[in-house]
């Protein structure tokens, strides 16, 4: 399983543009890139998923680049409500993995007013 | 769609007791289960996956006859920590795997606060 790197913590404010780089050098070919929400006493919730080029929802932007050894969570105008835990992981597409997810040590956000 | 729940939401509860956590995926069937445990400000670390009808993996350092997991349906697992003690305190997540899933996704339940005193 791919080991991933994120900054241990961000700050921004209100309004700006965030994005938060995992890195993940020995990615495998079918492994998937997905991005976590934490909030303090809560499950995890899901946020983005990819495999190459960029990815959007109504959330956030996705950018991996061609070499995939790195990923970007893009959060745009972000506000008090996205202080959060933001995990990084990469895992195996289905097809006999048993999909184990494997946590790192993600990055906490702290937007300030 | 796609939700999980977690019973109890908190439970506190004597040394050398054992406390069965439930997970149930509301609205979709799923093959495969994950139990975490979070410590205080720390990540999520896997303890084991559960698959409907067979036994347990369990992760490295992780006492299978302490952390008993039984996935008995398509809809619930559950944890059951044995002869708890107070480091076994901590917050217990599940995640669920949808039976369709096509790409890698997993669910995550809103954790179970265990205090053990």
């Known amino acids: 399983l791919a080991k991933t790197t994120q900054p241990i913590s961000m700050d921004s404010y209100e309004g700006q543009e965030v994005n938060i780089t995992c890195s993940h050098n020995?990615?495998?070919?079918?492994?998937?890139i997905t991005w976590y929400q934490q909030f303090p006493s809560q499950g995890p919730r899901f946020i983005i998923q990819?495999?190459?080029t960029k990815v959007t929802n109504e959330v956030a932007s996705l950018f991996i680049p061609a070499d995939r050894k790195s990923s970007t969570l893009s959060l745009p105008r972000v506000s008090l409500s996205d202080t959060a835990v933001y995990y990084c992981?990469?895992?195996?597409?289905?097809?006999?993995?048993?999909?184990?997810?494997?946590f790192g040590k993600g990055t906490k956000l702290s937007v300030k007013p | 769609g796609a939700v999980v729940s977690q019973h109890p939401s908190r439970v506190i509860c004597k040394s050398g007791t054992s406390v069965k956590i439930e997970c149930r995926s509301l609205?979709?069937?799923?093959?495969?289960m994950f139990w975490y445990r979070q410590f205080p400000k720390k990540s999520l670390m896997l303890m084991a996956t559960s698959n409907e009808g067979s036994k347990a993996t369990y992760e490295q350092g992780v006492e299978k006859d302490k952390f008993l997991i039984n996935h008995a349906s398509l809809t619930l697992s559950t944890l059951t920590v044995t002869s708890a003690h107070p480091e076994d305190s901590s917050f217990y997540i599940c995640?669920?795997?949808?039976?369709?899933?096509?790409?890698?996704?997993?669910?995550f339940g809103p954790g179970t606060r265990l205090t053990v005193t």
């Open positions: 020995n990615i495998a070919t079918n492994d998937y």
């Open positions: 609205d979709f069937q799923a093959t495969t």
């Open positions: 995640s669920a795997r949808p039976h369709s899933a096509g790409s890698y996704e997993q669910y």
């Open positions: 992981l990469v895992g195996d597409k289905d097809g006999g993995s048993q999909g184990n997810l494997i």
């Open positions: 990819g495999y190459k």
